[in-house]
C-alpha cells in the first residue's frame, strides 16, 4: 500500500515549456487534490475532484489544467511554464472521515 | 480568503506549551489540523467536525468555536519532535480545504 505517490521528485523546465505532474493513489478515494506550496508559505489549493470525470477549479487554477479519468490517477498539467509556477506541488487524497493524506510532493524550477 | 494563524512562529523549549490560534472570516464546517516538517509533506492532525468540539492526541489538543470561527491548536509539554509548521484547514461547504496562513514551531532542548 504506497498511499499516494507523485513522479516526478523534482524538475527544471524553461519557459515556455510543458509538462505533467503525475499522482497516483492506491486508496480508492474518490476525492483528490492538488496544492502548490511556494518557498515559506502555506498551501494554495489548484484543482480537486470528487471522482472520475469530475473536477472543479480551486483557489489558483490560472495555467493549469487537470483530468481525472481513473480513480486511481489525477495528473496536473503545465501548459507554457513560467517563473511564477517555481513551487512545490502537492497532491492529496481524502478519506471519508476527511482526512487527506499527501503525496511526497514535486520539486518544480521554471527558469 | 484563507484563515489567519497566530503566532506566525514561536520559540520553545522542550517541556513549554503553546497555543496557535486560527481564526476564518468565512463560515467554518470542520477545522483540519495538518503539521509540516521542512522539506516534507504535511501531516494530518486531527479534524474537528462539531462546534464545540475538543480533540485531542497524546499531548496535542484542539478546540473549535464555530459560532467565532475559531480553533486553538495546544501542545503540551512540547517535545523537539513537535517542531514544524503548523496549518490549520477550513472546510466549508464545499469539497474544498483552504488552509491557512501557517505557524511555524520551534522546539529547542
Known amino acids: 500500500n504506497a498511499g499516494v505517490t507523485q513522479t516526478p521528485k523534482f524538475r527544471i523546465l524553461k519557459i515556455g515549456q510543458s509538462m505533467t505532474l503525475q499522482c497516483t493513489q492506491d486508496m480508492n478515494h474518490n476525492y483528490m487534490y492538488w496544492y502548490r506550496q511556494d518557498p515559506g508559505m502555506g498551501l494554495k489549493l489548484i484543482y480537486y475532484s470528487v471522482g472520475a470525470g469530475i473536477t472543479d477549479k480551486g483557489e489558483v487554477p490560472n495555467g493549469y489544467n487537470v483530468s481525472r479519468s481513473t480513480t486511481e490517477d489525477f495528473p496536473l498539467r503545465l501548459e507554457l511554464a513560467a517563473p511564477s509556477q517555481t513551487s512545490v506541488y502537492f497532491c492529496a487524497c481524502r478519506t471519508s472521515q476527511e482526512t487527506q493524506y499527501f503525496g511526497p510532493g514535486t520539486r518544480l524550477l521554471v527558469l | 480568503q484563507q484563515p489567519v494563524q497566530s503566532p506566525q512562529a514561536v520559540i520553545l523549549r522542550e517541556g513549554e506549551d503553546a497555543v496557535i490560534n486560527c481564526s476564518s472570516s468565512?463560515?467554518?464546517?470542520?477545522v483540519h489540523w495538518y503539521r509540516q516538517k521542512h522539506g516534507e509533506a504535511p501531516v494530518f492532525l486531527m479534524i474537528l467536525l462539531k462546534g464545540g468540539e475538543q480533540k485531542g492526541h497524546e499531548k496535542i489538543s484542539a478546540s473549535f468555536n464555530e459560532k467565532k470561527q475559531q480553533s486553538s491548536l495546544y501542545l503540551t509539554a512540547s517535545q523537539l519532535s513537535y517542531s514544524g509548521t503548523y496549518f490549520c484547514g477550513g472546510g466549508g461547504a464545499t469539497n474544498k480545504l483552504i488552509f491557512g496562513t501557517g505557524t511555524l514551531l520551534a522546539v529547542q532542548p
Open positions: 468565512k463560515a467554518l464546517y470542520s
